[in-house]
């Protein structure tokens, strides 16, 4: 009898056994890549939006539709200066500021 291969292998409850520990793990090999994309696409849907949150508040302004003229505006009227000396007026008060103090350091005793 010629036999081809390693032998007949693990049979009976080591091959039921084999076939369990297989199934369980394409289980967990397939929850772990749900899990990762489904995380993966939470991830995404709130940085969208955060962008979106970012990009409304930081924006630059639109610019105006309106046409404006470069032409310089006329002077706006200015009102009469009030003469230096005149009466009812508190003369100005210069405020005295203090003096600043010495900041030479004492002397170590020896």
Do not use: C, N, W
Request: charged content about 20%; overall charge positive.
């Amino acid at each position: 009898m010629v036999m081809f291969g390693f032998g007949p292998g693990f049979g009976g409850f080591f091959g039921v056994l084999g076939r369990l520990a297989e199934v369980l793990g394409t289980v967990v090999i397939a929850a772990v890549v749900v899990g990762v994309t489904v995380l993966l696409v939470r991830f995404l849907l709130v940085a969208t939006r955060a962008a979106q949150l970012y990009v409304d508040r930081h924006e630059l302004p639109k610019p105006a539709t309106e046409r404006r003229s470069y032409a310089p505006e006329p002077p706006a009227p200015t009102a009469p200066a009030a003469p230096a000396g005149a009466p009812g007026l508190p003369p100005r008060h210069r405020p005295r500021t203090p003096r600043p103090r010495s900041r030479r350091t004492p002397r170590p005793r020896a």
